[in-house]
């Protein structure tokens, strides 16, 4: 079960909600386990594609990763399902992942700090049957380091060099938390122009944004190319 830690922020699909009379932000766990009742029962023809962003350990209370939340309409379109869930709702985001996994959706998984290490180490390696097109990563910090992610198909991670970075209250706590910096396992690697682990939305506009455009793009491309191979075999037949 869900424990919401802040009922400002909104988790769930507005859309969703509307369609089952459902309040929106959700006020309590109990409203959380309805809606995510609701959502297992759904045909799966109501159900868009699917982006979940993963706030860290304070998220609840800052909206560090939630304010990528904002840019994600315009970016992904309307036939996307945007959720937001915190670091430690680890049974909730795998019960979404798994939900829209089964149905060969567009897949995006964003998460910040420990939120990202949560999703790439709690999260998606148990859902191995869901295919994820792009993960975003964020200054990703834990004390489990990262894993190979065989069910993701791009990955991009942000970090800050802490040997570089200041010494300020936010890139401490990051530096106690173990941040993961340069991760071998990911397709690419990136280092923002600002050295702030509580700059979430920053990086995420200085290389997320572009990085799933052109995933989406691919995504687009591969499926074009299952339609060609598809009709070619109809026509040999």
Known sequence: MAIVLSRRWKRNPERLLRLWDMESPVRS?????????????????????????????????????????????????????????????????????????????????IGHSWGASSLARDVIPACRSAFVDALVTLDPVGVRGPLFLPNVRRWLNVYIPYDKAAWSRENNIARLGR???????AS????????????????????????????????????????????????GE
């Not at 941040?179 to 396992?185: A, K, M, T």
């Open 29 to 109: 766990s109990r409203e959380e386990s309805c809606f995510l009742r609701r959502l297992n029962d759904a045909p799966d023809n109501v159900l868009g594609d699917f982006c979940l962003v993963m706030g860290g350990f304070t998220d609840a209370f800052f909206g560090r990763a939630y304010a990528v939340m904002a840019d994600l309409p315009a970016l992904l379109g309307p036939d996307f399902d945007l959720y937001y869930r915190e670091y430690d709702e680890i049974s909730s985001a795998r019960r979404l992942l798994r939900r829209y996994g089964v149905l060969s959706r567009r897949v995006v998984l």
């Open 179 to 185: 941040p993961w910096e340069f991760v071998r396992q």
């Open 188 to 235: 690419f690697n990136r280092i923002p122009s600002h050295l702030r682990h509580a700059d979430a939305r920053g990086m995420f506009r200085e290389f997320g944004e572009g990085f799933i455009r052109l995933a989406m793009l691919e995504r687009k491309a591969a499926e074009r190319e299952k339609r060609q191979e598809r009709q070619e075999r109809q026509r």
